[in-house]
């Protein structure tokens, strides 16, 4: 049996101008979201909940 994997919170640069946020388990609810940029424009990806 495998073990889970690694957990990082907080904001990870995944490469070019693509972000992730993660926040840890124990809040209110699972929340995440993605950040997309290029040439000065942005697209936010919101999955946060409570």
């Avoid at 690694?6 to 993660?22: D, Q």
């Avoid at 993605?34 to 909940?49: M, P, R």
Wanted: net charge negative; glycine share 16%.
């Amino acid at each position: 049996m495998r073990s889970a994997a690694g957990f990082t919170k907080g904001l990870h640069e995944l490469g070019n101008g693509h972000y992730a946020y993660l926040q840890p388990d124990g809040s209110w609810g699972w929340s995440n979201s993605g950040l997309v940029t290029d040439a000065g424009q942005s697209l936010l990806v919101d999955t946060l909940f409570d």
